[in-house]
Each structure stands twice: as structure tokens, then as C-alpha cells.
């Protein structure tokens, strides 16, 4: 069994900055693509930012310029450095990914910006 298990999330002013991390753990064979998702309360959930196998990556246009997505893939790891954060941002982060060709989440992390 694989499980992704995401740290990271917390309370931060706006204009501060949070690195997320999702770690992969259990039976992996290999891991594909892996994304970063959110659900803000009250809306659907969305795509935040994708890196391939590649390392090739994709940003929604909401955080494109102010949050990197990167993958260690020695650790098993996927990372989502969050700057300039502003309210908008407050949501549940998950992670997702591709291992062996299932799709596997985490559990989530809650990230709150005030102003």
C-alpha cells in the first residue's frame, strides 16, 4: 500500500511564505506525475501546480510567480514553496500522485493567510 502524507501547513500573515512537503512512503514502484491541489471552503477543488516524472511543471495562473513545485525524487518527496501569500490562498492543500499508475492523496494540510 502507498500513502502520501503532506506537513507543512499552518497560519501566516499575508506576505509570508509556507514550504509544503508530501512525502511518499509504502510499496513504490515508480512515481509519475504528482500535483498540489486545494479546496478553499466553499469552492471545489482545484489544481495548484504539477511537476511530471521530468520534472516538467504547470502552475494555475493564480500562483504562477509566487509558489515552486519540486520533487527529491531519491526522498520520495514532493515540495510547494508558497511566497507572497495573500488570503486567497487559504484553503486544505493535498497532494496527489501518480505511483505505479494508481492515483494515490494525502490527507491534507490546512494553510491559513490573514490579512
Known amino acids: 500500500q502507498v500513502q502520501l502524507v503532506e506537513s507543512g501547513g499552518g497560519s501566516v500573515q499575508a506576505g509570508g511564505s509556507l514550504r509544503l512537503s508530501c512525502a511518499a512512503s509504502g510499496r513504490i514502484v515508480r512515481i509519475n506525475g504528482m500535483g498540489w491541489y486545494r479546496q478553499a471552503p466553499g469552492k471545489q477543488r482545484e489544481l495548484v501546480a504539477h511537476i511530471s516524472s521530468d520534472s516538467s511543471t504547470n502552475y494555475a495562473d493564480s500562483v504562477k510567480g509566487r509558489f515552486t513545485i519540486s520533487r527529491d525524487n531519491a526522498k520520495n518527496t514532493m515540495y510547494l514553496q508558497m511566497n507572497s501569500l495573500n488570503p486567497e490562498d487559504t484553503a486544505v492543500y493535498y497532494c496527489?500522485?501518480?505511483?505505479?499508475?494508481?492515483?494515490?492523496w494525502g490527507q491534507g494540510t490546512e494553510v491559513t493567510v490573514s490579512s
Open positions: 496527489a500522485g501518480n505511483i505505479g499508475w494508481r492515483d494515490y
